[in-house]
């Protein structure tokens, strides 16, 4: 029978403890518990969550995957106001919205948050949300739906979008300090619907639409958009993204005939590579938040308008017992 040390060239280093950090791949025995452990990865997965008080769609989200928020969207009534809150497994609601609106952009936190633009009619309205009520801001530059944003509520990104009258894909980026709009650097691609994730000096902007759907991938600097080597590996509008410039995930969204999907993408700055897990309830419209090991998807559409939510826990270092096969 092979020996490990001449397959790998090495011995297993024998211990009394596990390893306060050990590498990815490292494999030592325990004396103590007697076992042969290693550090591998566990199975990333979408878990299902509580479900939202108001199923909804083209909605805001904020926050994190234990503290998140989503607000306005398209449920009930064309326009909705209302806004709840999640705290890792149930919804409850908070205050709503001055104005009702759907395809709005919004950033921030559960607490901090903030919600800018939409329809109808195509508005440039700003609110900010303190945890319990939400008070007016100072208005985007440009009036505009079907955006998306970043960052915080006191340092935020609007991005993409669309107008009409003349019907027009947007391509200019606004920056908010918590009290008003200033412009920044346009878009590479003019786009609506699209995915977004990170920060106001460093935010990303993936899919969207703008005849036809996009793949490509922009990166913010704070005052320029650079067009990443990376394109998604699914075209697809009005989907969910989380995360940072660095570490993103997108999931669900729409990708033409035949419909919809619950396909999962990871981008670690340069490439985005497809998950082999896929969201429960595929959906587009939804709303999405948190970071690349834990994100939240919570309603969009998926046939009828939806108010299921799930969680996303990533692969991440774990320590297992090997055991013969």
């Known amino acids: 029978m092979a020996e490990y040390i001449n397959i790998r060239g090495q011995s297993i280093e024998v211990v009394a403890s596990d390893p306060a950090n050990p590498t990815q791949g490292q494999i ?16 990333a997965a ?61 950033a ?30 100072g208005n985007l530059i440009l009036a505009r739906n079907e955006l998306k944003g970043c960052g915080t509520q006191t340092a935020g990104l609007g991005f993409g979008g669309y ?10 980026t606004e920056e908010y300090n918590g009290t008003s709009w200033t412009a920044g650097g346009s878009l590479n691609t003019a786009r609506s619907n699209l995915g977004s994730a990170g920060t106001q000096t460093a935010g990303l902007a993936f899919g969207g639409y703008n005849t036809p759907f996009i793949v490509a991938t922009e990166e913010y600097n704070g005052s320029t958009w650079a067009t990443s080597p990376g394109s998604l590996n699914t075209a697809r509008i009005s989907l969910g993204g989380a995360g940072t410039q660095t570490a993103a995930l997108a999931f669900g969204g729409y990708v033409g ?29 939804l709303g999405g938040t948190g970071t ?29 017992t090997i055991t013969a096969s």
């Open 108 to 137: 921030g936190t559960q607490t901090a948050g903030l919600a800018f633009g939409g329809n109808p009619p195509i508005t440039a309205a700003t609110e900010e949300y303190n945890g319990s009520t939400w008070t007016a801001g």
């Open 28 to 43: 030592w025995y325990n004396s103590t518990s007697n076992t042969l452990k290693g550090l591998g990865l566990s199975t």
């Open 257 to 285: 005939p035949p419909g919809v999907t619950g396909a999962t993408e990871e981008y670690n700055g340069t490439s985005w590579a497809s998950s082999p897990v896929s969201m429960a309830t595929a959906r587009y419209a």
């Open 163 to 172: 107008t009409t009258p003349p019907a027009t894909y947007r391509s200019e």
């Open 46 to 106: 979408w878990a299902s969550g509580g479900n939202m008080g108001t199923a909804r769609s083209v909605l805001g989200s904020a926050g994190t995957q234990t503290a998140g928020l989503g607000f306005g969207g398209y449920g009930p009534t064309p326009a909705v106001s209302n806004t709840e809150e999640y705290d890792g497994s149930a919804w409850t609601g908070g205050g709503s919205l001055g104005t009702a609106r759907r395809y709005l952009g919004s």
């Open 292 to 320: 690349q090991a834990l994100a939240l998807a919570f309603g969009g559409n998926n046939g009828p308008i939806t108010n299921a939510t799930e969680e996303w826990t990533g692969a991440a270092p774990t320590t297992v």
